[in-house]
């Protein structure tokens, strides 16, 4: 063991060889990434400054954590919803409560592009997001499902970037607790006619203090 210790590699050249790599080669738990070619803006500019590259990931799973339904995540996902491409499908897993169609249509959502899907199952549910992110034929997908494992989070992730789909996961405070793969965790509360937003997990170092967004 004395040996081992005695041939193991310092700090100082390892950080050495590390500076010499080229600028983004390698990203720093202190810093925030910056992939903003695979980002888009979430049209709230306050959050986007908190977000690596700008913005949400392009294709990912997100995790918005609430407590209860109404608190205005949808409207946290309006600006993209609301700019989808007209040949992409919208698909909502599961939902708790059926979407409020003339809200959705002032906010430019296309209703004929979205697709309510409630499977009987908990596993089915789970099935049918994933297929909806890996085909690549939707903008967004929605998803609400009954606690979820790991191995299920992790199915959820690689589909979402095989089809380059942000696949959000609603789910409740709680889950907070627990560790998962999505790239994007945020825990949303209501306060006073805004939306706060703390930010839980980011390729970055943590996010002190909340956001308050301006919601519907």
């Known amino acids: 063991m004395a040996a081992s ?6 700090a100082a050249p390892l950080a050495a060889v590390l500076d010499a790599l080229p600028a983004g080669s ?20 306050a959050l986007d400054r908190e977000l690596p590259g700008g913005g949400r990931p392009a294709g990912a799973l997100i995790e918005l954590l609430l407590d209860q339904p109404g608190v ?10 609301g700019g989808a491409p007209a040949e992409r499908w919208i698909t909502l897993v599961s939902p708790p409560l059926l979407p409020y169609a003339p ?14 899907v409630r499977p009987p199952q908990a596993r089915d549910a789970v099935w049918a997001a994933r297929q909806a992110a890996a085909s690549g034929s939707c903008a ?26 942000p696949l959000f996961l609603f789910r409740p405070l709680a889950a907070a607790r627990q560790s998962s793969p ?35």
């Open 5 to 10: 210790l005695r041939h193991a590699p310092s």
């Open 26 to 45: 390698v990203w720093q738990a202190s810093r925030i990434a910056d992939h903003a070619d695979t980002c888009h803006p979430s049209g709230f500019a």
């Open 72 to 81: 205005g995540e949808l409207s946290l996902l309006l600006p993209l919803l």
């Open 103 to 116: 809200a959705l249509a002032d906010a430019g959502v296309a209703l004929s592009r979205l697709l309510l």
């Open 140 to 165: 967004a997908v929605l998803a609400w499902l009954h606690m979820p494992d790991n191995t299920a989070l992790r199915r959820l992730q690689l589909a979402a970037e095989a089809g380059a789909t």
């Open 182 to 216: 999505a790239a994007l965790r945020l825990c949303l509360t209501p306060a006073a006619g805004q939306l706060r937003v703390d930010i839980l997990k980011r390729r970055g170092p943590p996010l002190a203090r909340p956001l308050l967004l301006p919601i519907r």
